[in-house]
């Protein structure tokens, strides 16, 4: 992370498979740093295209979505549940709204 910082590389998809990795080498502090960055940005980004945008499920949500089911898969795995609920719940919401948006169409 101190290489390749977030502002220099931004963290995006590909980035919640490091986690797991720093997980493994025992640098839970710099996957938990992680996961809150990528994760905040995910909830930011879902509940925009979601509320703001047209509501659809289009190609930038799922990744999002994916993004915060794969932080989650991760964290609960590594004993980080509080952090994991954090970002299951932005995802059942997330996924709640949209059926609500498709229903309304």
């Known amino acids: 992370l101190e290489k390749m910082p977030d502002i220099s590389v931004p963290y995006d998809y590909s980035s ?15 996957a938990v740093e992680m996961a809150k ?3 905040d940005r995910a909830i ?10 047209n509501g659809s ?3 930038e949500t799922q990744v999002n ?4 089911g794969e932080l989650q898969r991760a964290l609960y795995q590594n004993g980080e549940a509080e952090l994991a609920k954090k970002y299951e ?7 709640g709204q949209l059926q609500l ?3 309304n169409f």
């Open 37 to 39: 960055i990528i994760g």
């Open 16 to 30: 919640t498979r490091t986690l797991s990795l720093l997980f493994s080498a025992g640098e839970n502090e710099k």
């Open 89 to 95: 719940d932005a995802y059942d919401a997330a996924v």
């Open 44 to 53: 930011e980004m879902v509940n925009y295209l979601v509320n703001e945008g």
């Open 101 to 103: 948006n498709r229903n």
């Open 65 to 68: 979505l994916v993004i915060l």
């Open 57 to 59: 499920l289009g190609y």
